[in-house]
């Protein structure tokens, strides 16, 4: 293969150390008469390669120095010219590049592992050369192993007779990032080399082909199928275990290749690609961004379904496609900080949330027209003052209304525009930006004269698309126009709920009749799901009372359902308490006891927010498992927002009735009563 050098190449190495060997080329950083007389040079360019990859040998200093930590004395200059050469290499070079060491022998795997990560190269090593692992040493991620035969064929880790050992974050791992499209439309002119593992070094890892190639071969046909790939668009005939990507890699080396790849990681969580290899070589493909799949660098198992027989990608796709149509857009559902502003015919609306008096007059009437012609729902956070902090409740509120729009948008459907009207506080900024979302924001100092303070027609309107880079001028009018500019911008799509756990999530926790439907339907299902809330990318606590609800419908406690339910059905306005069960709960043996206190005071986060019952259940909690008094005084105290001196009468006079129920724990409701009334 040709080698690209540039003048930064010639300042690190003379052309004359390239040699030709059985496939591709190995570069060798050391003088030429060294060369010639080293017998180990001789040997690595005699050994057998793997077509479209370059292999490149260091010199002693260099080859040496790699055998030390980063830095250690003695290493340091070795390393540092190590690094200045490798800099000389454009990424689409070290995209294909292979370190070969001089002194393989006696290494161990994870000695060899640690190389490669000084590297950030794959490093090749003979498994007969290997040494036995060292006191301390760590096995190495079967992840970072391709395995090869004698004649550098693909073939399973454990049959290997060379190993490469790719490193935990890559010298180059954007290759072909911002190349030349007629760059792009070369390398696909041949196949791209299969064995290619990338790990980015921020817990993902990239297979096969990088991503602007893949983007360029398949991405239009890709975005056909409008989703990403879940569980539920696996064969029915079960697939292979597969012990690392290197082996997935393997399995999937013939040309004509086809398959759905299921990755779960320790966490729970699960990731659903296609693998694909054809004439521009082998890829793994995510339809969900239309573009090469990113995989998670952790894993707990690797499951391949290969499919025999399958039509090219577009045929293979369609088949996908009818096997399991995109399902309905959900209604969004308001929790009761949440607003809906009708727009056109009244069958759409506007997502209000915040200040309402800041939705009127001509600022209304100009929304309402932008987003009649929007292309995606459209939801306004109307936030004046960024002196206002947020409540946890409000905040919860925007969280579970940008999940809801996200899910419709893994279900196929537009993703929303998000207008921040004023100086939104940091915490709601933070948020809106952990969603793939298109923002447009009226901040307060964008008039004439960049001086203002207050909300004000005059101020100029800053669009951010989804991947948060600001699109075209500021603009002083809100138009359809300029919310189609801005939401044109499709983000990729990264994580996929289940649609059973998607609809329960999205039913607001005070809608009983709603929460009560979703479990009769789909009660079996959910358990099983019930561990994927933990993996979801979301404020913690914001889904705990729906996880409260699955543990005690799993255990099938029906005297802790019917209180939660009457607690979630109470409403505001009649004082909601989670305090009714209290006493049947301090009668059960301890670990019932203790399920049903956590169960109730997980009700009480997320959306409820209901801080006022979850010190008292907390402070009880405590007081039953045997904490001294100051523990359940301070339960109580670090809740005093929830606790205002004119609402304290009713929680009292309740805590104080327990002692009439339970005369045997008077002494800790007294305790509590008492904290409550002196909370400061």
Known sequence: MNLPLIQNHADAICIDHVFPTMSGALIHTESISVRNRDPRVRDLTARPGRDGHIYLAFGQEIDAAMGHGRGEPGAARGQAVMDQFLRSLPAEVADRTVVRLLEPGGLSLDKAAARANLAGLPVEVRVSDLAEAGPGEKPVDPGRLIGFDEAMGLTPVADAETLWIVPERHWAPDAYAGADPEAVRAALLSPYPTAAIVFDGSGTVRLGMPAPLVSAAYGAVLSGLGRQLDTHDLPGTGGRAIPGYGDLITAMSAPGSRGFVEVHTPDGASVVVLAHHDHHGLSFLDPGTAGAAVLPASTSSIVLHPVEGAPELAGWLAEIAANRPLPPMRQIRHTSGVHSLPIGDGNRSVDVIGDQAAVTGRFRTELIAAAEGADGPVIVIATPRPSDRPSARQLFDLEHLLFQHRQNQLAG?????????????AAVLDLVGTYPFAV???????????????????NLWIGRDATGKQVSAPVRSLTADFLRTVGAARPEVTAVVAPELAELLSTPLDDVVGLKSVLAEHGSTLKTLAPQIDGLSVQPDLFAGWQAILRIEGRADETLSRAAFDYLGAGDARGRTALSQVPLLVDRDPASRAEGFSDLIDLTRGPLDDGASR???????????????ESIKHQIYQHSAYLPESGRTDIIREVRAMMQQRPEHSELFEHVAVYVETCP
């Open 413 to 425: 459907g537009p993703p929303p525009t998000v207008i921040i009207r004023g100086d939104a506080p």
């Open 440 to 458: 447009v924001q009226q901040p307060s100092n964008t008039g004439r004269t960049g001086t203002g303070f207050g909300l004000n027609l005059d």
């Open 615 to 629: 010190a008292i259940l907390g402070a009880i909690k405590l007081g039953m498992e045997g904490a001294p008094l």
